[in-house]
Structures are given as structure tokens and as C-alpha cells.
């Protein structure tokens, strides 16, 4: 999570919650391609595919962990 930027960090939050990119880019006040720029840069960097297996390999850290 440390190579987040912080960006990237609140578009995870969102993926997360199951918010459509739509949703995000209104949100963030973003354009839907920069939302998916950012989408896709967390994945990679994450080392995973898709969001629920980004949401399973999160669920192995423990929550009292730093996340920056």
C-alpha cells in the first residue's frame, strides 16, 4: 500500500466501497479517463487483477497496520 500515491489511494477506498467510476469521477471531481488510469495503476501496482482479489489480499492485513 506504501506505493500507493495518495490519489491512488483514495481511488482504492472507492473501488472498495463498490463505487462505479462514474460515481468516483463526480466524487473526486475527475474525468472518468483519469479514473481509469488510476484504477488500473492500483491494480498493477497491487500485483492483482481484479477488485475482489484486490479485496482479498487486503483482507490478510491486519487492521491495525499502517496503510500509508
Known amino acids: 500500500l506504501a506505493a500507493l500515491e495518495p490519489d491512488e489511494r ?8 463498490d463505487e462505479p467510476n462514474k460515481q468516483i469521477a463526480y466524487r ?3 474525468s ?3 479514473i481509469d488510469r488510476r484504477r ?4 498493477e501496482k497491487m500485483g492483482v487483477q481484479s477488485v475482489p482479489e484486490l ?3 487486503l483482507s490478510s492485513v491486519p487492521k ?3 496503510l500509508t
Open 28 to 30: 473526486l471531481d475527475m
Open 64 to 66: 491495525n497496520d499502517s
Open 55 to 57: 479485496a482479498t489480499l
Open 40 to 43: 488500473r495503476s492500483v491494480l
Open 10 to 17: 483514495t481511488v482504492l477506498d472507492l473501488m472498495l466501497a
Open 32 to 34: 472518468m479517463r483519469t
